[in-house]
C-alpha cells in the first residue's frame, strides 16, 4: 500500500489538516493501522504526517499519559491548524448586521 502525501502546513492550513485528518482516517482503515497497539498507531501517524508537522509535533505539551495516545495528538493538531476566532469582531459583524423590510 502506498503512504498517504504530507500534511503542508502552508496557505489554507485549516482546510489542508481537513483533508489530510480525512486522508488519515482512510488509510489507517485501509492498511490496518486501526486496529494495532495505541502507541504504534501514535508512530504509524507522525511518520506519515512529514517533517514539517512533525517540527510542529515536537513543540505540544502532551502530559506523560497522552504522548502514546492518538486522539489526544489529534486535538492538538486540530488547536494548531484551525483558524484563530476574534470574538469582539464576530460579534461587531453580527451586531451590524441590518435586515431590509
Known sequence: MEPMGLLKLDDN??????????RW???AKASGADKQKKETQCAIFLH???????EVYKMFTLREAQQN?????????????????????????????????
Not at 48 to 54: D, F, K, Q, R, V
Request: charge should be positive; glycine fraction near 4%; aromatic fraction near 16%.
Open 13 to 22: 492550513t485549516a482546510e489542508n489538516w481537513r483533508k489530510w485528518k480525512l
Open 48 to 54: 506519515t504526517i512529514g517533517e514539517e508537522a512533525l
Open 69 to 101: 495516545k492518538l486522539d489526544p495528538i489529534i486535538e492538538k493538531f486540530e488547536a494548531y491548524c484551525s483558524p484563530k476566532k476574534n470574538t469582539t469582531y464576530e460579534r461587531y459583524i453580527f451586531n451590524s448586521c441590518t435586515q431590509n423590510g
Open 25 to 27: 482516517s482512510l488509510y
